[in-house]
């Protein structure tokens, strides 16, 4: 399972010269992304989810936390976690893929 969203990034360049590291600038980006669970840790009180957000260019690894359900019928801790991230304002309008 994935999810599917245009990710829009903003951030300084930097680089590295013998006189020491230089900003280049400011910067915007903007790709749609696949986003996609590589790895999940923790316990029934608080699990970390780490999502590679990528695309045929630029790929980016991001940990977001959330309490699963650990009611009887609750859905498995990763569709939770799909679950949780379509709740955050960054995967607003996010689908399945």
Do not use: W
Not at 28 to 48: N, V, W
């Amino acid at each position: 399972m994935a999810i599917r969203k245009i990710i829009e990034l903003e951030g300084k360049s930097f680089i590295q010269s013998p006189l020491g590291t230089i900003q280049t600038g400011v910067g915007k980006a903007s790709f749609q992304a696949i986003c996609k669970i590589t790895s999940i840790t923790g316990d029934k009180t608080q699990l970390k989810v780490t999502v590679l957000h990528s695309d045929d260019v630029s790929k980016y690894e991001r940990t977001y936390g959330f309490e699963p359900s650990v009611a009887d019928g609750s859905a498995n801790f990763i569709m939770q976690a799909y679950l949780h991230l379509k709740t955050l304002p960054e995967f607003a309008g996010a689908e399945d893929c």
